[in-house]
Each structure stands twice: as C-alpha cells, then as structure tokens.
C-alpha cells in the first residue's frame, strides 16, 4: 500500500522567500507529525495533528513556521521569510493510533536555503 | 540538557560482533520507548519497540532500566547489513500532547 508521501523531495529557495511542505499521510492514519532533521541530529519534533486540529505545536520554532491539515488528512507546512538556518530535511510521519510509537515516515523534503 | 542522549559514536565492528548501545532520557513521565533505525540519507524507520521487561527480536534485544532512565539495544551476529543509524525514541503523553522524542541517534559501521 502506498506509505507517506512528501512533496517537494527537495526545495531550493532564497533567503526571505515563503515555502510549503506537502504531507500525504497514509489513508486512515489520524496523527500527523512534522519533524526536521539536520545533519548528523536527531528528527527534532515540530508539530502534532490530530485529526484537524494541531494538538500539540510547542516544537514549532517561532513564527515564521505554521502548519494546517484542514481536512485531517494532507497537511502543510509553511514557512514564511526563510532564513539559512531554516535548512534542514522536513519529515513528515503518520501513525494509526495517537501517541503510539510506530510512526510512519515520507521521504522528507530537503530545504536549502541561499 | 537534552531529553534524549545516546552516544554518537561512529561503532565500527567486524562482521559477528556483538555490540551495544545506550540511550539515556531525563523525563521520569516518560511512557514509551523505541528504537528506530535509518539509513543514511533515508527516512528513521521502526527497528522495536523496549518493554520493561526486555525484549528480544532474533539478534536484536532491547532493555529498559526506568530507575535509572537508561535504554539499551545489543546486536548480536553483527551483519553487513546493520550499518545504519540506530535512534533511542522516548514517548511523553500529557492531555492533547503526544511527542516522541528522538535522540540523535548512534551510527554503527559493521566491517567485512
């Protein structure tokens, strides 16, 4: 069965500019997480939906970072005016039940920024 | 202090090694532990999970020690296939919140 799927696999983008990180998390999969990753790091935990709602945004870094799922099940992750410090590989992950520890990840997005 | 320490490492074993890893955590709410193994440049994926009663999984036996806060994975029969990343996951469930937090992970090089 298809797993979790992130889109872009990479993004290139200036310092300054807005991007958006797509998760498609498996079917039936009610918890989201959003995650990111810098070389040689552990996966740092950014966001918690469950359902549509965020349950949980304390790892958000600050203010330029937001995340949606309207639907309760695609989500997005924006960030507003990108800084050099903000590349890393974006993780999504996915599990059936809340709070359990299988998670299900994507392949990541590797942001860079210029 | 971080929520999740393990030792970076690199581990470089031959091939039939045994090795272990440790993991320590700081938050006593702790509920749930994992081990999660990646690939480089690809995503962490579910290696077992640590009950506290230990566990094993053919080669793969996993410990937890909640007193002292300690997690343990030991490879036995190392094989060329087990270089990877080896990550300690620790749980915290308090009313909406639901966080696994991931260490930042061992990387183990098993050589020919």
């Known amino acids: 069965g298809a797993g979790v799927s992130q889109t872009p696999s990479n993004k290139v983008t200036e310092k300054g500019k807005y991007v958006e990180l797509r998760c498609d998390p498996i079917?039936?999969?009610?918890?989201l997480y959003w995650y990111r990753q810098s070389l040689g790091q552990g996966p740092e935990f950014l966001i918690y939906?469950?359902?549509?709602?965020?349950?949980?945004d304390s790892g958000l870094p600050n203010d330029r970072f937001f995340a949606v799922r309207p639907e309760g099940s695609v989500s997005t992750l924006k960030i507003q005016r990108t800084e050099r410090g903000d590349s890393a590989v974006y993780l999504c992950?996915?599990?059936?039940?809340?709070?359990?520890?299988?998670?299900?990840f994507g392949n990541g997005t590797r942001l860079t920024v210029t | 202090r971080k929520e999740v320490e393990q030792d970076p490492g690199p581990f470089n074993v031959p091939e039939g090694a045994t090795v272990a890893f440790n993991c320590t955590y700081s938050?006593?709410?702790?509920?749930?532990f994992f081990w999660y193994r990646q690939d480089c440049r690809k995503e962490p994926k579910l290696l077992m999970s640590?009950?506290?009663s230990g566990n094993e999984d053919g080669r793969f036996t996993a410990q937890l020690n909640r007193a002292s806060q300690y997690i343990s994975l030991l490879i036995r029969d190392s094989k060329l296939s087990d270089s990877a990343t080896y990550l300690c996951?620790?749980?915290?469930?308090?009313?909406?919140?639901?966080?696994?937090?991931f260490g930042s992970g061992t990387q183990l090089t098993v050589l020919p």
């Open positions: 939906f469950q359902g549509t709602g965020a349950a949980d």
């Open positions: 640590v009950y506290s």
């Open positions: 079917s039936g999969h009610t918890a």
């Open positions: 938050n006593s709410a702790s509920q749930s």
């Open positions: 992950a996915s599990s059936l039940t809340p709070g359990a520890g299988t998670l299900h």
């Open positions: 996951v620790v749980t915290k469930v308090s009313g909406s919140a639901r966080q696994l937090t």
